[in-house]
């Protein structure tokens, strides 16, 4: 008889519609568990404001998924799941990239967590790390968390209000840049089969969903994957967003994706000033940025530029060239972010390259939307960037009203 264990996931606070954030890693690591003969299910409490002992329920194992802004919840939750004599388990962006921080949990997965929980699961308390797995033959289970799943907030966009009701899904793992704010290292992309995608597509539209958001980093990487996949999604009539970067998006990727029912590509732009995409390791250029606003508009798909205050040598001058950009480029739609240096970043790992004289190390700030700026440089402190933020909020909802 298998282990009854249950998931959780962390509280997040600071998103206006925690709805609207359900990654799929939960519905994977789970589905795998449960074809190995456990009891598994999901407590979702995303929309909790805090982590209370209720909260934890009664099981063999407790598995928590947590960001490093998340960490302090998962160790609210290991804390109340080890007082009802209950092991625990950790997994996440923040296990993988810190796990010697997570050595009060019985069980730490490092990178993807379905081989790794398993082994976890018959070996002895510590550490778990496999190869990373090739995605073909594994599958998320949505019956583990059904209609909470399931969100009016995911297809339109945070801070865009409510929609269609909509489910978030993934077609592929990993990333092979290095930009300077998210990762220290290129990871090898891992493509799902198209055959695999389409299924959960068609199972998801008999759950009566008609609207996705694909949470992959680069949706068009593979620009002869991507035309195949775009090609069998034609025939399911359905509509869907997804990101990708502006150095591997043209015209006709742009008329496959809307073809394939695309009404929005979301692009992290971050800065549109070339010096700066230059030292924070970016690989574009702002010439490519304005191109790939040109594309979407000429296919009709939306335009979502995302854009990050706070990176080096950015400044007053670096705000100034945004607005300049969105004058005169007018992508549809914006997103406005404060610079979180997380762990697995370069800039978190050599401070000094980039001037950085002062870093937050509280990592419970380190929101995707914090309230304050938690780093410092040489040149432009916290405060400064604070108001830099302020101000082009301020001036994008002014111009470019949501």
């Known amino acids: 008889m298998g282990l009854k264990i249950v998931l959780m996931n962390c509280p997040n606070p600071v998103l206006n519609v925690p709805t609207a954030h359900f990654g799929p890693c939960l519905l994977y690591v789970g589905g795998a568990l449960k074809r190995a003969g456990h009891d598994v299910s999901i407590k979702d409490i995303r929309a909790a404001k805090d982590v209370t002992q209720d909260d934890v329920p009664e099981a063999d194992i407790i598995g928590v998924t947590a960001t490093s802004s998340e960490f302090h919840y998962a160790q609210k939750i290991n804390k109340f799941a080890h007082q009802k004599g209950i092991k625990t388990m950790i997994g996440g962006a923040h296990a993988t990239f810190l796990p010697e921080a997570c050595y009060e949990f019985d069980y730490c997965i490092i990178g993807d967590g379905e081989e790794a929980a398993l082994h976890a699961l018959s070996g002895p308390l510590g550490r778990y790390q496999t190869p990373p797995v090739k995605l073909d033959g594994y599958h998320p289970d949505w019956d583990l968390i ?235 402190d916290a405060d400064s960037i604070d108001r830099q933020y302020r101000t082009l909020k301020e001036w994008l909802n002014k111009e470019s009203p949501r």
């Open 146 to 380: 059904g209609e909470a799943g399931f969100s009016r907030e995911a297809f339109t966009g945070e801070g865009y209000g409510k929609g269609p009701i909509s489910a978030g899904l993934i077609s592929s793992r990993g990333c092979p840049n290095r930009c300077a704010y998210c990762r220290e290292r290129p990871e090898k992309v891992r493509f799902r089969p198209v055959d695999d995608v389409i299924l959960e597509l068609e199972d998801l539209k008999k759950r009566g969903i008609r609207h996705f958001r694909f949470f992959d980093e680069n949706m068009t990487l593979n620009k002869e994957r991507a035309m195949e996949l775009f090609g069998r999604m034609e025939e399911l009539n359905i509509r869907w967003r997804a990101h990708t970067r502006a150095d591997i998006f043209d015209k006709e990727i742009a008329l496959a994706a809307k073809a394939a029912g695309c009404e929005e590509m979301g692009f992290g732009f971050e800065a549109a000033t070339d010096f700066i995409l230059a030292k924070v390791r970016k690989n574009e250029t702002v010439a490519q940025y304005k191109e790939a606003v040109a594309i979407c508009k000429e296919a009709g798909i939306l335009c979502k530029a995302f854009w990050m205050v706070g990176l080096p040598e950015q400044g007053w001058d670096g705000i100034n060239d945004i607005r300049l950009f969105m004058a005169e480029n007018k992508p549809d739609k914006w997103i406005v972010s404060l610079l979180a240096p997380y762990p697995g970043s370069d800039i978190w790992a050599h401070p000094d390259r980039y001037r950085v004289s002062w870093m937050e190390k509280d990592l419970s700030k380190y929101w995707n939307y914090a309230e304050k700026s938690t780093i410092s440089y040489y040149d432009n």
